[in-house]
């Protein structure tokens, strides 16, 4: 449970009886939504989000501005959609864990499903133009240490949706060759992009081919890939490049 991991309980039972009547009602500072049954997985866990309400209590007992409290704007999920984002919290998760013990800052770290603006404006808060494409990025993120900062664009893949896995991997090369995250980030230098994906040979078939596709190539260096399980025991080091070769994400002095 990713409760469990953040630390707020060691006990999964007591955090789902106090979860559950926070959910309950109009006026309720929870929602939670029920995916019911996969087959392949059996009764999905039960999503529980922050609704309006919530984040009104949050702003008035923390002080908190509430244009910078991300709360749940459309309760929409599928069970696809939910075992991608279940993998990009994990993530999240386990970035701010490698912040906490090895001195670095988490700047921000902005979701696919954090939004921005109001009505037909609102969008998510990692997409940008890269040329006349549109591109949403599961995640960007910034650490930093003194006087270093990195940004990195995150992306989970589940599956072997090669095809559509090297189109965006190239658009986003392509983004760092024409500056797009550097000037919409304000960040001077060539962020890092972090592949992660639910299997060895989902990794594996973009090695194979990655390296053909001319703006994955010209941006190698730039490129970090690593399967869910590596993730879990080393998140800065045992990244492969598009090539194979294995690397640490950045240099912890």
Known sequence: MQFQRLGVSSDATHIRDTLRPLSRGRASPLGAIDLGVLPTMGRLPKVYYLTSHGAEILQELEGW??????????????QKDFLHRLGCVDFHIKAREFARHNKQK???FHSYFDYAGKGVGMKAKTTLYIGKERATP?????????????LFVFEFSRGMDTKRVLAQMALLCVG??????????????????VWVFDTPNGLEAIK???SN???IERQADAVFLKTVD????????GWQSITGEEKALFPLL
């Open 138 to 150: 599961d995640g960007v993120f910034q650490l930093s240490s003194g006087d270093a900062s990195r």
């Open 208 to 210: 194979r081919r990655a």
């Open 176 to 193: 760092i060759e024409t500056h797009r995250f550097q000037d919409v980030y304000k960040y001077p230098f060539k962020p890092r992009i």
């Open 213 to 215: 596709i001319g703006a």
């Open 65 to 78: 501005e509430l244009s910078k409290i991300q709360f749940a704007r459309s309760k929409a999920i599928s």
């Open 106 to 108: 988490m700047n921000f």
């Open 230 to 237: 590596s993730l879990a025991s080393d998140f800065l080091g």
